[in-house]
């Protein structure tokens, strides 16, 4: 079946570098959503990609959605104590109802 | 910021009993759906309900899973008779025409 896959899981950053996560789907996707989910909390909405090749940016991070679009990367410039959590890509499922597959998330943890 | 409300925060229940677990999405949005999270895994996809119906269920959401909207504003999942491996914590969320989901801060259901 349809299948999304993140890595790394986990990350361990000093403050000030850069993370980035790589997301990879067996289909095409017709979107690729991000979510962040802090630790004890829900997911949050990120960013939606539609285009191929579309770079997007929030602040210090940066989205990325592949030419193919099977894949598509985040990225954070110099991180900060608040960017810990887990970043989950999402794409959606086969189907018409909207329903979202996860990748398995990619942990990150920042050291002050 | 609208927000999608989920009862209780917390629920613990004997093997074999049935709990519900209740959701209020927001209020102008069309798309519901139920995930699942076990502790430290990836989100996984329940069911989707629109206009009033199943739109879309996954493998994990047997006879045991029932969804309702009973009264144009809650939206509830009850599983029939709880099993060990239900335990999770479960999300619903909610999404309009176009963009990500807004997702409720979960109730986690412990099974003992």
């Known amino acids: 079946g349809q299948q999304v896959m993140q890595i790394p899981q986990y990350q361990h950053v000093q403050e000030g570098e850069d993370f980035t996560t790589y997301c990879n789907s067996s289909?095409?996707?017709?979107?690729i959503q991000w979510y962040k989910q802090r630790p004890g909390g829900h997911p949050v909405f990120l960013i939606q990609?539609?285009?191929?090749?579309e770079v997007k940016k929030q602040k210090r991070l940066t989205f990325q959605f592949g030419e193919a679009k099977k894949n598509s990367s985040l990225h954070i410039t110099a991180t900060q104590t608040t960017d810990v959590g887990t970043y989950f890509c999402?794409?959606?499922?086969?189907?018409?109802?909207?329903?979202?597959?996860f990748g398995q998330g990619t942990t990150l943890q920042v050291k002050p | 910021e609208p927000e999608v409300t989920q009862t209780p925060s917390h629920q613990v229940t004997q093997m074999g009993q049935e709990v519900i677990l209740r959701c209020v999405p927001i209020?102008?949005?069309?798309?519901f759906y139920w995930y699942r999270q076990i502790l430290g895994q990836k989100v996984e996809f329940l069911v989707s309900?629109?206009?009033?119906?199943?739109?879309?269920k996954s493998e994990i959401f047997d006879d045991q899973f029932s969804v309702e909207r009973p009264d144009g504003s809650n939206f509830t999942l009850k599983i029939r008779s709880t099993k060990l491996e239900d335990s999770a914590m479960y999300f619903c969320?909610?999404?309009?025409?176009?963009?990500?989901?807004?997702f409720g801060s979960g109730t986690r259901l412990t099974v003992v």
């Open positions: 999402a794409g959606p499922g086969s189907g018409n109802t909207g329903k979202l597959i």
């Open positions: 969320a909610s999404r309009g025409q176009v963009g990500g989901y807004t």
């Open positions: 209020s102008n949005h069309l798309y």
């Open positions: 990609l539609v285009k191929s090749g």
């Open positions: 289909t095409t996707l017709s979107n």
């Open positions: 309900f629109y206009n009033n119906e199943i739109s879309e």
